[in-house]
T-cell receptor
Framework: DAGVTQSPTHLIKTRGQHVTLRCSPI?????VSWYQQVLGQGPQFIFQ???????GRGNFPDRFSARQFPNYSSELNVNALLLGDSALYLC?????????????FGEGSWLTVV | AQTVTQSQPEMSVQEAETVTLSCTYD???????LFWYKQPPSRQMILVIR??????QNATENRFSVNFQKAAKSFSLKISDSQLGDAAMYFC????????????FGTGTRLKVLA
């Protein structure tokens, strides 16, 4: 079975532009979470979606938004890009919204803002 | 607010030897989960081991084991018989047992394995 897949793997954007990152969860997984990992740091929680509804949000500005589609895939959108948005963006999926479940990460999308 | 601290930016171990990575955390919750994740150069975060706070027994997965000290809020990872493939960034993470999968990660420890 395919794992969590993310696209694109690498991209370069200019300050002020908009970016859309995509994530396909493991088949059968209904929850998707997004994390930002700045170089030299651990991942930071951005959003969680379950059954197409936002279930959690981290301390990120409104320039960051996300959505989940009926097939449980997800998009992360970032508007008005800043240099500080340069990071690895990780998507993770899990089967259901349960206390004991483990999340499975994709390989990430590396965003460079110039 | 919950925090996770990894005080060792980098560790080295000889192949076949044992190494311990440290992690401390701060929380006012009584029930939670703790994790160690491995991030190789491929960047994919891979779960190494998980510990539920209500369990007194330390978790073990093959060559990986933890020393969970709840009162001290300490959660160290021991890697036995280190292999070259163990070289990676290791992240300690915390999560409360709610529906939100908000993991709080430490800053990571880079493990080098010397042949």
């Amino acid at each position: 079975d395919a794992g969590v897949t993310q696209s694109p793997t690498h991209l370069i954007k200019t300050r002020g532009q908009h970016v859309t990152l995509r994530c396909s969860p493991i088949s059968g997984h209904k929850s998707v979470s997004w994390y930002q990992q700045v170089l030299g740091q651990g991942p930071q929680f951005i959003f969680q979606y379950y059954e197409k509804e936002e279930r959690g949000r981290g301390n990120f500005p409104d320039r960051f938004s996300a959505r989940q589609f009926p097939n449980y895939s997800s998009e992360l959108n970032v508007n008005a890009l800043l240099l500080g948005d340069s990071a690895l963006y990780l998507c993770a999926s899990s089967p259901i919204l349960g206390v004991g479940n483990t999340i499975y990460f994709g390989e990430g999308s590396w965003l460079t803002v110039v | 607010a919950q925090t996770v601290t990894q005080s060792q930016p980098e560790m080295s171990v000889q192949e076949a030897e044992t190494v311990t990575l440290s992690c401390t955390y701060d929380t006012s919750e009584s029930d939670y989960y703790l994790f160690w994740y491995k991030q190789p150069p491929s960047r994919q975060m891979i779960l190494v081991i998980r510990q539920e706070a209500y369990k007194q027994q330390n978790a073990t997965e093959n060559r990986f084991s933890v020393n969970f000290q709840k009162a001290a809020k300490s959660f160290s990872l021991k890697i036995s018989d280190s292999q070259l493939g163990d070289a990676a960034m290791y992240f300690c993470a915390y999560r409360i047992p709610s529906g939100t999968y908000k993991y709080i990660f430490g800053t990571g420890t880079r493990l080098k394995v010397l042949a």
